[in-house]
């Protein structure tokens, strides 16, 4: 490879960073992790190294225990945030922001991430640290798990589907959603990691641009199993990312679509 950086990966552990940090060693980088898991806090932790690149994925993402605790997400989701941010401005390391498309929608979670972002600006404007920030819409792909809230569609789907329960849907089902492949995912941070060669602030909708309801998805794993239908949350009736800038700035495009990747695990 032309240039192997030394690498930070926030969250390395968790459902996406897991494939960043893979993808990122498999390209020959030089690369560190730090996940609650292990017990590292970002809160809390140390920073040291100096590092060309930091990815920060770790968050408290789950919406509903972000609205239970919204505190203790607070010091996750704003003052982890912070704490990471500081450190690369102090060693000028590029910084990677996982955000989310929430932050179009009133949430603790997205606030916090929307937080997140405006520090990020903050520091591009004040220090010229190299930023970009990355709005996830709902991701999906292997290892997902279920997030023991229900929040996650597929993963909770499909094991429900295995266990011969039946499919349970918040609401009428019919909110829609935009689903993005976590592969996808990874590729528009390695984009990104590229894109702040130039010096230049972004922030990009990671999505496929297209949408599918929540019954649509049922009917994608079995048009005929059962299902039960819960109250309603406090959630976006519909999620659709415009992508035009993403492919245009980072060069990215969706390659897997989730009707296809779903009949790949039946």
């Not at 806090?41 to 690149?53: G, L, S």
């Not at 972000?66 to 607070?74: D, I, K, S």
């Not at 949350?233 to 296809?260: C, G, H, M, Q, S």
Request: glycine residues 6%; hydrophobic residues 35%.
């Amino acid at each position: 490879m032309k240039n192997k950086l030394k690498i930070l990966c926030s969250g390395h552990k968790g459902f996406i960073g897991s494939h960043l940090y893979e993808r990122l060693i498999a390209d020959g980088h030089d690369v560190e992790g730090i996940d609650l898991k292990d017990g590292n806090d970002i809160r809390k932790y140390n920073f040291t190294e100096k590092y060309d690149v930091i990815f920060h994925l770790a968050a408290q993402s789950s919406i509903p225990k972000c609205e239970e605790y919204p505190v203790r997400a607070h010091t996750h989701n704003v003052l982890g945030t912070l704490q990471i941010l500081e450190h690369a401005r102090k060693t000028n390391a590029k910084f990677i922001f996982s955000s989310s498309s929430s932050v179009e929608y009133p949430s603790i979670y997205g606030t916090q991430k929307y937080f997140g972002e405006v520090y990020g600006t903050l520091f591009f404007e004040l220090y010229r640290l190299k930023f970009v920030a990355l709005r996830y819409f709902n991701v999906f792909g292997e290892r997902q798990e279920i997030s023991g809230d229900g929040s996650l569609v597929l993963p909770t789907f499909f094991e429900q589907y295995k266990e011969k329960k039946p499919f349970t849907i918040v609401g009428s089902g019919e909110q829609r959603r935009d689903f993005v492949y976590v592969k996808d995912v990874v590729e528009a941070n390695i984009k990104a990691m590229n894109f702040l060669d130039k010096e230049i602030i972004g922030m990009f909708n990671i999505g496929s641009g297209k949408n599918y309801s929540i019954n649509e998805i049922a009917d994608m794993i079995d048009k005929n199993h059962p299902r039960t239908y819960l109250m309603p949350r406090n959630e976006p009736y519909e999620t659709l990312a415009n992508i035009f800038y993403t492919r245009t700035y980072l060069n990215w495009n969706p390659t897997v679509d989730v009707k296809d990747w779903i009949q790949a695990q039946l």
